[in-house]
């Protein structure tokens, strides 16, 4: 479920460029996520501290780390692979050849960036990973985590990261490091980030927002949307009210902890750690019957159980007023910026909480076909904490890809915009991107805000725990074929749940999905008598 699920832990308002070099607007990424699901069997959002609280990337400092004096003797090459989602950036080798002298400084190593096309990134990472190539580090999407470590394609690193690790666990606070952690043993570090859900509700049109008076204070829940809505198709006939298709209301309009695949969740994030079938449950079916009306008023696109486009991206062909997103700090000013249209939040739902899922979104994970895992993790070291590596990572050169217009931001140098910049990095797979620059039209407290949100967030009682699929892989991949078959109708409001909801539940109870929650109800329990919950 690689890709997949990386659409929905991305784009959960997840999928967030800092870089604002990207080479490809988000409608390209979705779609070559989505031809990727065909091969592949199942995401980022603002990055920050949530544990140097307040801090932001202008008042960030380099942790200490290994100087040239201290560097080890013999000289490494570090294979890093990443996931890149459209052309390889003509500006490549000259932007590794700048980190590799900072690494050859300070930690006596060099670089060997390794991109790989998103479409073929799992059978290339298969390929690598099973055989003997050279490769070291790599960048790992939060739904194969597990997989690979049940496959011993990582490097536990608990020891690694106490004896060279010292600033990532001064920059990720414990409680989210510790997400990471598979029967007891890290085997991945964060991408440094929002770990929260994000403010779940609505990004609508401001011109339409003003041209029809809509008070949007007025907007607490997703019942209140129904009389802006009926505005919108009454006098907008060109215009949907809602845009969905690639995402769903339903990725972002969450009330329960998904606990990784929403095969048994945890209602309100506790629930006293019982896990429920959620398609069994009275609040999935309400929220099937609302989705049904909208869609029978003609509040979505027709199409939206099968268009391959997103709710933004109708929005930005004027073809939708709003689409729904998991609000995060610096979400709002990006999805301006990036798609031309000036744009209103009403949430619909109060609180934010933090959980594995969106913790594990994307992590580093050194290989096990490495040969010196010691030098990996100073690297990883200096990825989370030097602020020049950061910069060269996430924007390049500086005076050739950008140029400083304060302390602590940048922009494109005159002549070059992020369509024409040689070097492009999609930021949210750095390590620890919220200790580079900003771009200026980013919103510059950004990180502060994230830091807050990560502190303030009602942590779920389940954060922490990893469900390993391994002893039911046979009944999730049946499970996966009646969901992919349901779904996307009954979510999106196209199928009426009345016909088929009844028929949905029968099919996942022939597919054995209460085999696979009562295993997972199983690992819960005794990951909480572990981590005494």
């Known amino acids: ?69 201290s560097a080890p003797k013999e000289s490494y090459e570090i294979a890093i692979a990443i996931p890149v989602f459209g052309a390889v950036s003509k500006d490549m080798q000259a932007v590794q050849d700048e980190i590799s002298k900072i690494a050859k400084a300070k930690i006596n190593a060099t670089v060997k960036i390794m991109p790989i096309s998103i479409g073929a990134w799992e059978q290339q990472m298969n390929l690598m990973t099973s055989g003997r190539e ?28 106490d004896k060279y690790g010292e600033g990532i666990k001064k920059q990720i606070d414990s409680a989210y490091l510790s997400s990471a952690k598979i029967d007891g043993k890290t085997y991945g570090i964060p991408v440094y980030k929002d770990y929260t859900t994000g403010v779940p509700g609505v990004l609508m049109k401001k011109d339409l927002v003003e041209k029809y008076k809509i008070d949007v204070s007025s907007i607490k829940n997703i019942d209140d949307l129904d009389r802006i809505y009926k505005t919108i198709k009454d006098n907008e006939p060109n215009v949907v009210p809602l845009g969905a298709g690639l995402s769903l209301p339903s990725q972002t309009y969450v009330w329960y902890d998904k606990l990784g695949d929403r095969l048994g969740v945890l209602p309100g994030y506790d629930n006293g750690l019982k896990i429920v079938n959620l398609f069994e449950t009275k609040e999935y079916e309400d929220y099937l019957n609302k989705m049904h009306s909208w869609n029978k008023a003609g509040y979505f696109n027709k199409d939206a159980a099968t268009t391959q486009a997103s709710g933004a991206d109708l929005l930005k062909a004027g073809k939708a007023f709003s689409y729904f997103i998991g609000l995060k700090p610096g979400n709002l000013e990006r999805e301006i910026r990036t798609y031309g249209t000036d744009l209103v939040f009403a949430p619909v739902m109060s609180n934010i909480y933090a959980t594995t899922t969106d913790t594990q979104a994307g992590l580093w994970t050194i290989s096990t076909n490495s040969t010196n895992p010691e030098r990996v993790m100073m690297l990883l070291n200096l990825m989370y ?28 140098p005159t002549g070059i915009d992020k369509k024409t910049v040689g070097y492009s990095w999609d930021s949210w797979l750095y390590a620890n991107p919220s200790i580079a620059y900003l771009m200026k039209s980013d919103l510059q407290d950004m990180w502060k805000l994230t830091s807050e949100a990560n502190q303030k967030a009602i942590k779920s009682k389940a954060l922490g725990f990893t469900f390993n699929a391994e002893p039911v892989k046979n009944e999730v991949t049946a499970l996966k074929n009646v969901t992919d078959q349901y779904v996307k109708g009954l979510e999106s409001g ?26 997972k109800q199983k690992q819960l329990d005794a990951w909480a008598a572990a981590n005494k919950k």
Do not use: W
């Open 1 to 69: 479920m690689l890709v997949a699920q990386a659409i929905e832990r991305y784009d959960e308002g997840v999928i967030n460029d800092t870089s604002g070099g990207n080479t490809m607007n988000r409608k390209a990424k979705f779609a070559t996520l989505s031809l990727a699901t065909v091969m592949l069997t199942g995401v980022i959002a603002g990055c920050s501290s949530s544990k140097n609280e307040g801090s932001s990337a202008a008042n960030a400092t380099p942790a200490a780390s290994t100087s040239s004096s």
């Open 134 to 161: 050279k490769l070291d580090l790599y960048f790992t999407f939060g739904a194969g985590y597990s997989t690979g470590v049940a496959a011993g394609k990582m490097v536990p690193v608990d020891n690694l990261l």
């Open 494 to 519: 196209t199928l009426d749940p009345a016909d088929k909801l009844p028929e949905f539940r029968a099919k996942l109870k022939a597919a054995g999905i209460d085999k696979v929650i009562a295993e």
């Open 385 to 412: 904490t030097d602020k020049d590596l950061a910069n060269l990572f996430v924007y390049g050169i500086e005076g050739k890809h950008y140029v400083k217009v304060s302390d602590n931001t940048i922009d494109y």
